[in-house]
């Protein structure tokens, strides 16, 4: 699955990726870095591509500065959980249609055959994913794609932190559980995730470009790119606009500021996506009148 967790090139710019106060500006002084303060402590908000290339560090200073002070480090997701047998079941189970039907019939003649002719383009045999649900489909086309441009689940801002926060004895802990990320997917209509993956494969060959412009948003700490690109992609769909983004981050926001009555810091790692655009996670602790200061 792409990032090494869950999400797609259409999801992976909301959860990937991944409003600002009125003094961000998209220039080369910032970073995808958000700091809030507490009366005791400092809460960190970094936004992350969950897959990099080995190329695209290191990371700012200023990003593993806050690495450093934070005592404990939250993510969308703990990742030790992936490696679970029960988890491991879980995804796998997802990821299957039921007994009994097959992308084809899932499909239709018509959009099978589109899906067919776009991803034998790609070099991929579409009958290979025939069992699997088309949601699967689309996210696994999407990382096999990735990975032959370079891109590494193990290169991704969470793994690197995941495995820094393990040698330097700092907790991990995640806002949400995989069992919530698989369930976005699991609640998408068949034919809604039919639709999906064509779509998903109609802009495949945009892919390229696409992610290079988007590593190079992120290291710029380019909002605007981001928030046009969640427009474009998920302002088409309110309803997955809705339950990728708005909802989760308004789930999140009780326990972000909880942490604001803390005495210690905290680095909190989340997909760009959730901290631009006007229900993101900055937006909403703005509401609650928590000023997050882009860095």
């Known amino acids: 699955m792409r990032h090494s967790y869950l999400g797609s090139r259409r999801f992976g710019l909301a959860v990937c990726c991944l409003v600002l106060c009125a003094a961000a ?5 910032l970073h995808s870095l958000w700091e809030l303060h507490g009366k005791h402590n400092t809460v960190y908000l970094l ?3 969950h897959v990099l290339r080995p190329g695209d ?10 690495y450093g002070r934070a005592k404990s480090v939250m993510m969308e997701i703990n990742l030790e959980e992936i490696d679970s047998a029960q988890v491991q ?3 796998l189970s997802s990821a299957m249609l039921p007994e009994g039907k097959t992308l084809p019939q899932i499909l239709g003649t018509t959009r099978y055959a589109r899906a067919e002719t776009l991803a034998h383009a790609l070099g991929i045999e579409l009958s290979a994913f025939d069992a699997f649900a088309p949601w699967f489909v689309a996210e696994a ?3 096999m794609q990735l990975t032959a ?3 590494q689940p193990q290169s991704g801002v969470e793994m690197y932190f995941m495995e820094r926060a393990h040698s330097d004895g700092k907790p991990l802990a995640g806002l949400e559980t995989v069992h919530d990320q698989i369930a976005l997917f699991e609640g998408m209509p068949l034919d809604a995730q039919a639709d999906y993956l064509i779509a998903s494969l109609e802009e495949a060959h945009d892919l390229p470009q696409q992610v290079d412009d988007m590593v190079r948003a992120w290291q710029r700490g380019d909002t605007t790119w981001f928030e046009t690109q969640l427009r474009q992609e998920l302002g088409r769909d309110p309803a997955l606009y809705q339950s990728v983004l708005a909802v989760r981050n308004r789930k999140w926001i009780p326990r972000i500021e909880a942490l604001l009555n803390d005495d210690k810091d905290y680095l909190i790692i989340v997909g760009t996506g959730h901290l631009v655009g006007r229900d993101s996670v900055v937006e909403l602790l703005k509401a609650d009148g928590i000023a997050a200061i882009q860095r």
């Open 25 to 29: 500006r998209a220039d080369g002084t």
């Open 47 to 49: 936004g992350s591509i």
């Open 57 to 66: 560090y290191p990371l700012p200073k200023v990003v593993l500065d806050a």
């Open 89 to 91: 079941a879980q995804m």
């Open 141 to 143: 086309i999407s990382q």
């Open 149 to 151: 441009l370079g891109f």
